[in-house]
């Protein structure tokens, strides 16, 4: 295991001498150097008494930031054997991204549009074509046929031929990624994700066991040839992407892109599992691009939806396109944790579906005026913050122009403010200088959060600085 010296840390960690507490200031150092990568994972860090004669405090402050660092899961210990860096575990940090304690804070740490307003009709709809299912058990490990033929339909209105034995409706679209890698992926094999990316796909891969492959992916789009080069040094298994409106960059992958990435994928035998839950929210006037299956000629293609950005999360109604045999498999796979997804809120989004156009209109409508007022509120009260205008999706990428989201997302929360930084999209644990805004709020609410984020910008910025990685490297 290396070590660092207290010298080498004392250099490293760059500390406003008014920050107080200072011991706080002083975890908070440490953590963004282990989270922008200027402190590796599994490093031993120096005794504590070593550490605070280095910086000219006492021990009893690098002790407390030691223990914060512990209890954030950035610093484990052993009696006998020191202190080394870690990265907490996203389903058992107080970081995790979902966890809502009714705190009644602002919540920009969720992209989760409301309802739409055809809601109430299609639940009364759902309501009076629910008696004609309660003779049956009310179990279909595949879905409801009602609902599959008009998922089925929709793809092929898209370009892609789909029958609706090739669909499996699922209990969310989080639900559909763990039944594809629980099924398709297993310990120790390779996979591929774009970084950023969406974090409960990293929990699914993670919890299989496998190796995570990072791809990058900017506001200019995806390389192809970048993305080759990893599938092929990596012989990555499975591959999650989100080409259209990605989540949380907004970036849209053009056609010739799917195809350049279907035909690696072909070459190196990877399974693209395609996540398609904001495809129908473009916001922009953009060049048409067609479903990655669309470019599919093996049949490696797995696609997955949902009702959660379009309608609503709260009907927890997601769905997986592949082949019709793999969908028996998966149909098959799917009773040891849940059976079937809910008959009463599937009927529900069969009828959402039949007003789709109208109910899309509506949440584009929604989503471009609450993106201009984030957007302009920013201009105003954060303006040395930089991004790109995404042509839709749900949210902001932004980079920041100094110290870390998670500090800063720590202290926003006394301002009244949930936020979502850069690491919780990195697969790495990376991405400590980004920050994911989302637009799902109406304009008035963003307009309110915006200066309470810059009042908890104001406030941190002197605590911790994240180091220039060529002049503070270890």
């Given at each position: ?26 975890a ?12 590796p994972?599994r490093?031993?860090?120096?005794a ?19 223990d914060l ?11 006998g054997?020191?202190?080394w860096?870690a990265?907490?575990?996203?389903a058992t940090?107080a970081?995790?991204p979902?966890?809502?304690?009714g ?14 307003s055809a ?19 009310g ?5 409801l046929p ?7 339909a929709?793809y ?22 763990h039944?594809v ?10 996979v ?7 974090p ?13 492959v ?17 599938l ?5 298994r499975?591959?999650y ?20 990435v279907?035909?690696a ?20 006037e953009?060049?048409?691009?067609s479903p ?9 293609v797995?696609?997955i939806?949902?009702?959660d950005?379009l ?13 019709a045999?793999?969908?028996?498999r ?22 959402l ?23 302009s509120?920013l201009?105003?009260h954060?303006?040395?913050w ?25 202290a926003?929360?006394a ?5 979502a930084?850069g690491p919780?999209?990195?697969?790495e644990g990376?991405l ?6 989302p ?15 810059r009042?908890?910008?104001d406030?941190v ?13 270890v």
């Amino acid at each position: 295991m290396r070590h660092l010296s207290a010298q080498q840390v004392a250099r490293l960690v760059t500390l406003d001498p008014a920050a107080r507490p200072y011991y706080r200031a002083l975890a908070d150092g440490v953590r963004a150097l282990v989270m922008d990568g200027q402190i590796p994972v599994r490093v031993r860090m120096p005794a504590e008494r070593h550490l605070a004669e280095a910086l000219g405090v006492s021990r009893t402050t690098v002790t407390a930031a030691y223990d914060l660092l512990r209890e954030r899961g950035y610093l484990e210990s052993r009696r006998g054997s020191g202190s080394w860096t870690a990265l907490p575990d996203p389903a058992t940090t107080a970081d995790n991204p979902w966890l809502d304690t009714g705190d009644g804070l602002i919540p920009l740490h969720s992209a989760a549009p409301p309802a739409p307003s055809a809601l109430a009709a299609a639940v009364s709809q759902a309501a009076e074509d629910l008696p004609r299912y309660a003779m049956g058990n009310g179990y279909d490990p595949l879905g409801l046929p009602a609902l599959r033929e008009r998922i089925a339909a929709r793809y092929t209105a898209r370009g892609v031929a789909t029958r609706p034995e090739q669909i499996v409706v699922t209990t969310g679209s989080q639900f559909a990624i763990h039944l594809v890698m629980g099924l398709l992926v297993g310990p120790g094999d390779p996979v591929l994700v774009e970084s950023p990316t969406y974090p409960h796909a990293l929990d699914a891969a993670r919890r299989r066991g496998a190796r995570i492959v990072p791809v990058g992916v900017s506001h200019e789009g995806w390389q192809p040839d970048l993305v080759a080069a990893a599938l092929r040094q990596s012989g990555a298994r499975l591959a999650y992407l989100m080409p259209d409106f990605h989540n949380p960059m907004g970036a849209l992958m053009p056609d010739p892109v799917r195809a350049a990435v279907a035909e690696a994928a072909r070459r190196t035998d990877t399974i693209l599992l395609v996540d398609e839950t904001w495809a129908e929210l473009g916001l922009d006037e953009v060049p048409a691009t067609s479903p990655a299956a669309a470019f599919d000629t093996d049949n490696r293609v797995i696609s997955i939806g949902s009702a959660d950005k379009l309608w609503w999360g709260g009907l927890r109604i997601g769905w997986i396109r592949t082949t019709a045999a793999l969908a028996r498999r998966i149909a098959l796979f799917r009773s040891s944790a849940d059976i079937a997804s809910p008959v009463l809120e599937q009927l529900v989004v069969a009828r959402l579906f039949d007003r789709l156009e109208e109910t899309r209109a509506e949440r584009r409508r929604a989503l471009r005026a609450s993106r201009d007022a984030l957007v302009s509120a920013l201009g105003r009260h954060l303006p040395e913050w930089t991004f790109t205008v995404p042509p839709g999706g749900g949210a902001l990428w932004v980079r920041l122009d100094r110290g870390g989201a998670t500090p800063l997302a720590e202290a926003a929360t006394a301002h009244g403010v949930r936020l979502a930084p850069g690491p919780w999209f990195g697969p790495e644990g990376t991405l400590e200088g980004c920050l994911r805004l989302p637009y799902t709020l109406p304009p008035c609410v963003l307009e309110e959060a915006v200066p309470r984020i810059r009042a908890a910008r104001d406030g941190v910025s002197g605590s911790a600085r994240v180091p220039d990685p060529l002049v503070a490297m270890v």
